[in-house]
């Protein structure tokens, strides 16, 4: 079955940059028409779309986001890799990454990993 | 860029009650619209897709209607389970970027 889990650091300093690892199974990046994509959502607030790669290596980002965002994946590895610079507080929330097939939707999530952003 | 504004903000009834949400685009969407449920420490699930079309596993009481800007989703018996907060998200246009604020369905 498909399966998606994300990790890396609970607690980074402002103006650090984030790096989270979003590991899965279950499918392929390698297969026509499979994506991975990033969506976050602070405490308490609405979710925000944040990356997506797909599996030509096409890569997507926030518009509000982009000079900070790098999306990355390894095939080998079932792995993507989101990196996010300069943090700052108010990026505090909860990391998704989530598995979503060519001009479809979000199917398959995992369960988020909670980041905080202070000193 | 799309907005999706979804109403009310918070929807408080019983079990046993129906439910409607809204969902409205800034501009036509078509039908590429779904509908997400989303419990309290858990991640989204994807409940309706292309605006009427259940997920498998997805009880019928939930249904998806609505084309172009404006889209529903009808709960028709509440279930003590169906507390939740509920986006929605478009995909007119590709990467699919674009969620709704939420609604959440409270226990009245």
């Known amino acids: 079955q498909v399966t998606l889990r994300e990790s890396g650091p609970a607690l980074v300093k402002p103006t650090e940059t984030l790096t989270l690892t979003c590991t899965f199974s279950?499918?392929?990046?390698?297969?026509?028409?499979?994506?991975v994509s990033w969506i976050r959502q602070p405490p308490g607030k609405a979710l925000e779309w944040l990356a997506l790669?797909?599996?030509?290596?096409?890569?997507y980002y926030s518009t509000s986001l982009k000079t900070r965002l790098t999306i990355s994946k390894d095939t080998s590895k079932n792995q993507v890799v989101l990196t996010m610079t300069d943090m700052d507080p108010v990026d505090t929330g909860t990391y998704y990454c989530?598995?979503?097939?060519?001009?479809?939707?979000?199917?398959?999530w995992g369960q988020g990993t909670l980041v905080t952003v202070s000193s | 860029e799309i907005v999706l504004t979804q109403s009310p903000a918070t929807l408080s009834l019983s079990p046993g009650e129906g439910a409607t949400l809204s969902c409205r685009a800034s501009?036509?969407?078509?039908?590429?619209l779904a509908w997400y449920q989303q419990k309290v420490g858990q991640a989204p699930r994807l409940l309706i897709y292309d605006a009427s079309n259940r997920t498998t596993g997805i009880p019928a009481r939930f249904s998806g209607s609505g084309s172009g800007t404006d889209f529903t989703l009808t709960i028709s018996s509440l279930e003590p389970e169906d507390f939740a907060v509920y986006y929605c998200q478009e995909r007119s246009y590709w990467p699919p970027r674009t969620f709704g604020q939420g609604t959440k369905l409270e226990i009245k």
């Open positions: 501009q036509n969407v078509g039908s590429y």
């Open positions: 279950g499918f392929s990046l390698s297969t026509s028409g499979m994506c």
């Open positions: 989530a598995r979503v097939r060519w001009m479809h939707y979000f199917d398959y």
């Open positions: 790669i797909d599996w030509d290596d096409d890569k």
